[in-house]
Nanobody, 126 residues
Framework: QVQLVESGGGLVRPGGSLRLSCVAS????????MGWFRQAPGKEREFVAA????????YYADSAKGRFAIFRDNAKNSVYLQMNSLKSEDTAIYYC???????????????????WGKGTLVTVSS
């Protein structure tokens, strides 16, 4: 069983940047896809970004394309989400997720993710 702990959330002004981090323990994530999801107040959880085991393939929600970047450091058992040009609608709890396979599956439930962190809150406000 993998444990995922997110950090890096906080309050940022519109147009600002944040980098979220996720550290895994209990199981190596080096052969697993990883992802980020978010849940805004009153809304369902939605997909943000995913990355395959090697970092060689990434996938983004339309809302994240061009502004967010997912990357990983397998030596540190970690995955990151760099968020730039933040908007008020990016306000949400952001969750790190680990997949059951080496890659992500856009057509599958939760893109093939089966383990979740507890989340970190990102608030974009002036």
């Amino acid at each position: 069983q993998v444990q995922l702990v997110e950090s890096g959330g906080g309050l940022v002004r519109p147009g600002g940047s944040l980098r979220l981090s996720c550290v895994a323990s209990g199981r190596t994530i080096t052969v697993h896809a990883m992802g980020w999801f978010r849940q805004a107040p009153g809304k369902e959880r939605e997909f943000v970004a995913a990355i395959n085991w090697s970092g060689g393939s990434t996938y983004y929600a339309d809302s994240a394309k061009g502004r967010f970047a997912i990357f990983r450091d397998n030596a540190k058992n970690s995955v990151y989400l760099q968020m730039n040009s933040l908007k008020s609608e990016d306000t949400a709890i952001y969750y790190c997720a680990s997949g059951y396979g080496e890659t992500y599956y856009p057509g599958a439930l939760d893109y093939g993710m089966d383990s979740w962190g507890k989340g970190t809150l990102v608030t974009v406000s002036s």
